[in-house]
């Protein structure tokens, strides 16, 4: 089978690695992908937002089977193109795309179907939002409606705040047409959880749980980031909640999509927050896998991955049995100093000798006159599995004293 992958970050690097190990795949392609993968697969340097030198590829290169890793092709409707010319892919269509794609879709899809989220409210302007805004305690979540590359989510603890953020938000328009509209809603306190489940016509199948680390420093400090790293499972999720989260969130959410007549397919990534009494209300559905949370639970997939993503779009998850490796998974991101603001580029990275179950899953990386350098915000991902967090995190932490390049920047207290 030859798969193309989609994307350029560390959970296309874990996806096709993953790959790489299952005997039913003859050839990996990666539009564009990164030098971390060079020796595994064959990348293009096609623009993601370029669908029909994507298509044309390919056609031309036998592609059976495609997975999209990022979000802003499937809700550009690339999957429905495969689709029309009778290519198989993961990732829903245009339609299913938008449970991420307009968090106002979202969360009205969330009420109709009774499953448990914060109390909102959609405004079109600031005027009105800063009235709306009254009824409202703080902290105080203000999202804008449209793609926002994970910016999108402020969260001000005064009303002086709020009101800035709505300022930039309808006066700047610093998130574009992405900020036509906002959702203002309450704030939950709990701890968070991520929950990526396969979907197809009639199944919804959980992976492993994650946590990730959305804040830039330790103990939650600074700004939010994609994710600063990840641990699988989520230790604070006892079997009780995951019990729960099954039959009060996806079950519902399934019964949703089919209610809807949303022809969903791949992965849908449900971002939970637990609330002190237990209660599992949803923060956001996306529709890709989450990033770092797959580097840190690919690796404890037995299966071979080839195989789950071919029972997915082939309706078949009820015929599959996922098994998982004991151990935890834990993951640390290096970034560029200054990230998730503005930082530089062109550091040259060195490895010293790593050990053998540490795996390094490159995303904003290149290749300079024959040199590895930081071309992205978050550079590397260091994982590895252990019996424990405790075990895990000392051989990461050791390895990431192997790795160098200037400015490198990492949180210390991932998995704690
Ligand atoms: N780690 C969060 C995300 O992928 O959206």
Redesign the pocket.
């Known amino acids: 089978m030859n798969i193309l992958v989609l994307g350029s970050g560390g959970r296309e690097h874990t996806i096709v690695w993953k790959l790489s190990l299952s005997d039913s795949v003859t050839s990996i392609h990666v539009i564009p992908g990164n030098p971390g993968m060079a020796d595994i697969a064959t990348t293009a340097n096609i623009n993601l937002s370029d669908q029909d030198e994507i298509l044309d590829y390919a056609v031309d290169n036998g592609i059976d089977l495609v997975v999209v890793g990022p979000e802003q092709p499937l809700v550009d409707g690339i999957a429905d193109r495969f689709r029309e010319k009778g290519i198989k892919v993961f990732g829903p269509g245009k339609i299913g795309a938008q449970l991420e794609g307009s968090k106002i879709f979202s969360k009205e899809f969330m009420v109709r179907h009774g499953i448990l989220t914060s109390k909102f409210d959609v405004f079109t302007n600031k005027e009105e939002a800063v009235k709306g805004i009254e009824k409202y305690s703080y902290p105080l979540v203000i999202k804008v409606d449209g793609l926002a590359a994970?910016k999108g989510v402020l969260i001000p603890k005064t009303k002086e705040e709020a009101i800035k953020d709505l300022s930039c938000i309808f006066d700047e328009r610093k998130f574009g047409d992405a900020g036509d509209r906002v959702l203002v809603e309450e704030f939950i306190s709990g701890f968070e959880a991520s929950i990526l489940c396969l979907v197809d016509n009639n199944n919804i199948v959980p992976l492993e749980s994650a946590r990730?680390y959305k804040k830039a420093y330790d103990e939650d400090k600074g700004l939010n980031t994609?994710?600063m790293g990840a641990i699988s499972p989520n230790d604070k999720l006892t079997d009780e909640m995951i019990a729960l989260v099954e039959k009060d969130v996806l079950k519902k959410t399934l019964n949703g999509l089919k209610k809807d007549n949303i022809d969903f397919n791949g992965v849908l990534f449900i971002g939970l927050i637990i609330n002190e009494d237990d209660e599992p209300y949803i923060l956001e559905y996306?529709v890709r896998f989450?990033?770092?949370?797959t580097q840190s639970v690919i690796p404890k997939m037995k299966n071979d991955l080839a195989d789950v993503f071919m029972k997915t779009v082939d309706n078949e998850l009820d015929r599959l049995k996922l098994e998982w490796d004991e151990r935890i998974a834990v993951t640390t991101i290096l970034a560029s100093g200054g990230y998730p603001e503005s930082y530089e580029k062109g550091k040259e990275i060195t490895f010293g000798n790593i050990d053998d179950d540490v795996m390094i899953f490159h995303a904003g990386t290149k290749l300079e006159d024959g040199k590895l350098v930081t071309d992205g915000g978050r550079v590397l991902g260091v994982t590895t599995l252990a019996e424990d967090k405790y075990k895990a995190r000392e051989k990461i932490y050791k390895n990431i004293d192997k790795i160098h390049f200037d400015e490198k920047m990492y949180r210390t207290d991932i998995g704690l």
């Open positions: 994970g990730d994609g994710g996306n989450g990033d770092p949370e």
